[in-house]
């Protein structure tokens, strides 16, 4: 409604969202505590029965009959010693990350005009663009790329993963996926993460100072944010009731207690991306799979959800399950499946229905690809 979002809420201005969705949890009696992390799990008779959090006010400690681990990260559910999921089955190391930024000043029907100079297909409306060296295509801007390499203004992994957006509501703005890091293999790591805020930075800097030199309509361009936190694609995933596997997800996989669904393909990033479109295998011919709520349900406690890219799921299933649209999903069936928990005497998240937690969602409004009961 503020103009922040477009192509039904695909496109968005971060900032503007975070300004409506923190509006939405106060008005709604929501109490947010900022400026806080979980620093401990206590665990008694297969329940959850409070977090240690410190923040601005100290140590404090927080009671709940039901536990939503929405931290990314799966922090609550590791710092209570749970079973975990980290990282490729076989080597052990999550995928790459990145830090996001946005630069602001653009001349964007110049920059259009540029692109469409140089061969891109680029609409009137909001555009966007990529290299992907890791997956054998080319885009029409790879030569400027290359010779921007040559020269030493950019450095041989600034082209491999490359992404741009136009930015709903900012007309002189453009959203960058990148840069990416690719030899870090452990997302979880403070000393990580903490490399990649830094070396993101010059990094940062540095595609500026490229897209000045290089880019029509970039002349008089800033950069207008840099993401307060790394763009973590997988790290620690919780084990829940049910693992979603590959095998799931190629074949289109269909679930009675379904939450969500999805056909967004495989997307493991990396030096050479394995990105592979989900194919039609499944008996009923709908192109999609699901998500089910079992795989929100942490499998050692009674009482304890995830939502997010936290999910119970393998590391090529969850390549396709972690973006933002389906973690919005799973959030909303994490909170309808806690009331509806909490209305019995005793919590046990396990015998949870997971066709009325969508069925619920369904009421409010969220579109599922076939009507449910």
């Not at 968005?12 to 400026?35: A, C, I, N, S, Y």
């Not at 540029?114 to 801007?141: E, K, M």
Request: proline fraction near 4%; include cysteine.
């Amino acid at each position: 409604a503020i103009g922040a979002g477009s192509n039904r809420g695909f496109l968005f201005d971060p900032t503007m969202l975070g300004f409506v969705l923190e509006k939405m949890v106060v008005e709604r009696g929501v109490q947010v505590l900022l400026h806080t992390t979980v620093t401990g799990v206590s665990v008694a008779d297969g329940r959850v029965e409070s977090v240690q959090l410190f923040g601005k006010s100290g140590p404090m400690r927080a009671s709940a009959r039901v536990f939503i681990d929405a931290t990314g990260d799966g922090d609550v559910c590791a710092l209570a010693g749970l079973d975990m999921l980290h990282g490729d089955e076989e080597t052990g190391k999550n995928q790459p990350v990145s830090l996001r930024y946005i630069v602001g000043g653009v001349d964007l029907d110049a920059f259009r005009a540029f692109l469409r100079a140089h061969g891109a297909q680029v609409s009137d409306g909001p555009f966007s663009g990529a290299t992907t060296r890791g997956d054998g295509r080319t885009w029409p801007l790879d030569p400027v790329m290359d010779a921007a390499v040559a020269a030493g203004d950019l450095s041989q992994d600034d082209p491999v993963y490359w992404q741009f957006f136009t930015v709903p509501g900012r007309s002189d703005c453009i959203a960058f996926n990148c840069p990416e890091f690719f030899d870090l293999h452990d997302a979880d790591s403070a000393e990580n993460q903490t490399y990649v805020q830094l070396a993101g930075k010059q990094a940062i800097l540095r595609q500026l100072l490229f897209y000045r030199k290089y880019f029509r309509g970039f002349e008089h361009s800033y950069i207008a944010s840099v993401s307060s936190i790394v763009g973590v694609r997988e790290s620690r995933r919780a084990v829940t009731d049910y693992v979603i596997t590959a095998e799931d997800l190629l074949g289109h996989r269909k679930f009675d207690d379904a939450i969500c669904q999805s056909n967004y393909p495989v997307d493991v990033h990396g030096r050479k991306l394995h990105c592979k479109e989900i194919e039609k295998k499944n008996p009923d011919g709908l192109p999609y799979y699901e998500v089910p709520m079992r795989a929100l349900i942490v499998r050692d406690v009674k009482n304890l959800m995830v939502a997010g890219r936290n999910l119970g799921a393998e590391f090529v299933a969850q390549s396709s399950i972690r973006i933002i649209p389906t973690c919005r999903a799973m959030g909303e069936a994490a909170g309808i499946g806690a009331a509806m928990a909490c209305r019995e005497p005793s919590v046990n998240l396990h015998a949870l229905d997971g066709a009325a937690v969508r069925a619920a969602m369904h009421r409010l409004g969220a579109p599922f690809a076939q009507d449910v009961a």
